[in-house]
């Protein structure tokens, strides 16, 4: 929350106190910002890249936060999809584990 101005910070925190699902929010909210600097990631060196994970260009928060939500809502859809096929569980455990587990296909399937 250090690299937003505070506007974008009060419109970040509102977001993920209003989500129903905040840990999954946030988790959807780093993929979204990671992907807004994919081009410059890919691109740059490591010691490049850590610089401009720690001092992120954040140009415009509402678009950040639509994406954010766009991912969240492909993911709900496909876990919905994959919970009528009763491919999810419902224990906590399982649950945490399933978050790993969409946050690194997510990852995955948005990076590569």
């Not at 910070?9 to 910002?33: C, I, N, T």
């Not at 410059?40 to 639509?66: R, S, V």
Request: proline fraction near 4%; hydrophobic fraction near 45%; charged fraction near 20%.
């Amino acid at each position: 929350s250090q690299e937003f101005e505070m506007p974008d910070l009060l419109r970040l925190w509102d977001s993920f106190f209003s989500s129903k699902q905040p840990e999954s929010y946030l988790l959807h909210f780093g993929v979204a910002m990671l992907l807004s600097i994919k081009a410059d990631l890919l691109a740059g060196e490591f010691g490049d890249n850590i610089k401009l994970l720690q001092h992120f260009p954040c140009d415009d928060m509402n678009t950040l936060l639509a994406s954010a939500d766009q991912l969240m809502l492909a993911t709900n859809n496909a876990s919905e999809a994959a919970a009528k096929h009763g491919a999810m569980p419902g224990n906590p455990h399982s649950m945490t584990q399933t978050l790993k587990a969409k946050a690194k296909n997510l990852l995955s399937s948005l990076w590569g």
